[in-house]
């Protein structure tokens, strides 16, 4: 079995809202190197289920080494936005709970081959599911410039991202950047010293969301998830970003809604439902001590819903 080094985060403040019966079926959608699965089945008793599923084939093979004497769980190298597919193949109706951990974990960040970070070299690939077709070396050395400029200022909220953009384009008309070394050292070139490890940061961020069309298959999770969960059932979100923690919250206001009727309108005629009651009014931080201790968990920011 690999070493993986990741701690999970926000793990009993999350499993707190998740479990609300002990002999329930529950579904995670990142499964991950299993620390918060672990956590999960600890809680539950010999009666219940755990659906749980990664895109990462290398957490997948992992975890079904690690959990292979457990009879309650079922393992799939899935994308988490097909819940409603693997629900159907597990017939199972209704889940009790559905919890994800967004985004990378520490052993794909550490993971030198991936080409996730910009702290070590290797070649611009950035998948997390190696069935998608598309790498950043794709995005990086084919789309023009007009294109790499809007993902780095979407998906990475980097106000350069036009100079960057250009020196991406001018760089690859004499040789093709191939590593994440090479990009590393075109961004340097453009960017003062003091804003260094945070344009970095967000534009490898930016190149990672769109190769992994990350927010898409995040909204397909969370319109997917409404369709399987149980009234009364919680769904329970840990994002690390601001463009994750956006798209949940405006999920959760969106379905607590009773009327989207506009202002004008006396009487309301939209007939909207509401589908969600919002558990975790502002999303919760961990705490200074488990910052302390891990300081990936600096940025996430869990928030829970109720379906009604
Ligand atoms: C932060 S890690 C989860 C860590 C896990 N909770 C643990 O404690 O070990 C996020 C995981 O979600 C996976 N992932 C990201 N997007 C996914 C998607 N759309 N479908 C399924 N898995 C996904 C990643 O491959 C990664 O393993």
Redesign the pocket.
Known sequence: MIKVH?T?VLLDESLDYLITDKAGVYFE????????TEEILKRLNENAVLVS????KT?FDHCKKLFDDESRIRLYNF???LIDVIAKIESIEFFDGVFV?????SF?IDNASAGFTYSADAPLDMR?DKNLKLTAYDVINDFDEDNIAKIIYEYGEERNSRKIARQIVNARRINKIETTGELKKLILEITSERYQVKTLSRVFQAFRIHV?N?LE?LKQFLNNSLKVLKSGGRLVLISYHSLEDRIVKEFFKYEQLSCVCPKEVPVCICEKEPRLKIITKKPIPPSEAEVGLNRRARSAKLRVAEKI
């Open positions: 990741h999970p959608g990142t499964l991950g190197f299993g620390g918060h599923t990664d895109v990462d957490a994308n988490y936005s951990d967004l985004g990378v974990s794909q997390m992994n990350e298959f």
